[in-house]
């Protein structure tokens, strides 16, 4: 089993930025992708940006730029940082982990965006 412990999650001006931070503990054989999703109220979950155990890369194409994905593989952490935040980037964030070819989900944090 996997435990994920989100943080760094809050409330923001437009253009302000946030680091999110998820940290995986628990049984872990290998961490092949970490990522991040995001739900907004009355929308599907969807994809903000993914990284693999290799450092390659995937992300939303509108979070390109703005957003960017990294990992430490030491920690077993991945991180999201969030820049020139518009209030449509509100949302809860999920961190995801595939491990053993099994998925995990955090429990989510809020980020609010809002003057």
């Known amino acids: 089993q996997v435990q994920l412990v989100e943080s760094g999650g809050g409330l923001v001006q437009p253009g302000g930025s946030l680091r999110l931070s998820c940290a995986a503990s628990g049984t872990i054989f290998a961490l092949s992708v970490m990522a991040w999703y995001r739900q907004a109220p009355g929308k599907q979950r969807e994809l903000v940006a993914a990284m693999a155990s290799d450092g390659r890369t995937n992300y939303a194409d509108s979070r390109k730029g703005r957003f960017t994905i990294s990992r430490d593989n030491a920690k077993n952490t991945v991180y999201l940082q969030m820049n020139s935040l518009k209030p449509e980037d509100t949302a809860v964030y999920y961190c995801?982990?595939?491990?053993?070819?099994?998925?995990?989900w955090g429990q989510g944090t809020q980020v609010t965006v809002s003057s």
């Open positions: 995801y982990v595939r491990s053993s070819n099994t998925d995990y």
